[in-house]
């Protein structure tokens, strides 16, 4: 099956920094790449929807200036938490979908564990 | 507005069967997705209905009915680790998945 793979897997950091996870498609190209937050016992939450090529259409009350998306191929997507405080600390999920139609299926990622100190 | 509901814990018996309902209310439709996430970690893939009635892979069965706005994941020979959250996922007219609250699922011994 389709792999997505995350990088890092977690991260710890300071008040104030920023973080930047990547999201990459291994096996097939992905046209569409979608970033979720997940905080504990609570279901996943769609942050935005980035297309390859074009600008991220980001969710009601998420901070485009704050979460930064840039999908510049068919592979990568990547996701910038900006000046992280302790209340972005959450689980970071991605899921690519394929180009190629079919079931259009989301394959995930491992997801990142933000923890902001 | 949209709405996925699903049973927020469920608890069953190594061995048995369970059935965990989901009900929907969508702009549009193109397939209801059930995704399995053991705690910690990303979302795994279960099934993929569009068309309705049931699908059945190995241990565990989806079934839709598009008329209801309403499908069910069904386990069986639960092993304890099928102890995890159950996500029902509907994709919308814009193909953007409306994700329900999910399911807890416990299996005792």
């Known amino acids: 099956g389709a792999v997505v793979s995350q990088h890092p897997s977690w991260v710890i950091c300071k008040s104030g920094t920023s973080v930047k996870i990547e999201c990459r498609s291994l096996?097939?190209?992905?046209?569409?790449m979608f970033w979720y937050r997940q905080f504990p016992k609570q279901s996943l939450m769609l942050m935005a929807t980035s297309n390859e090529g074009s600008k991220a259409t980001y969710e009601q009350g998420v901070e485009k200036d704050k979460f930064l998306i840039n999908h510049a191929s068919l592979t990568l997507s990547t996701l910038t938490v900006t000046s992280a405080h302790p209340e972005d600390s959450s689980f970071y999920i991605c899921s690519a979908r394929e180009a190629s139609g079919g079931a259009n299926e989301q394959f995930f990622g491992p997801g990142t564990r933000l923890t902001v100190l | 507005g949209q709405n996925i509901d699903q049973p927020t814990e469920m608890t069953a018996t190594e061995g048995a069967i369970v059935q965990i309902n989901c009900t929907y209310q969508t702009s549009g439709f193109n397939g209801l997705f059930w995704y399995q996430q053991h705690a910690g970690e990303a979302p795994t893939f279960l099934s993929y209905?569009?068309l309705d009635g049931l699908e059945e892979k190995g241990r565990f069965s989806s079934f839709l009915s598009r008329s209801k706005g309403y499908s069910y994941l069904l386990l069986k020979e639960l092993q304890m680790k099928d102890s995890a959250s159950y996500l029902c996922?509907?994709?919308?007219?814009?193909?953007?998945?409306?994700w329900g609250a999910g399911t807890k699922l416990i299996i005792k011994p």
């Open positions: 996922a509907v994709q919308d007219s814009n193909y953007q998945l409306i």
């Open positions: 096996d097939f190209q992905a046209t569409t």
């Open positions: 209905n569009v």
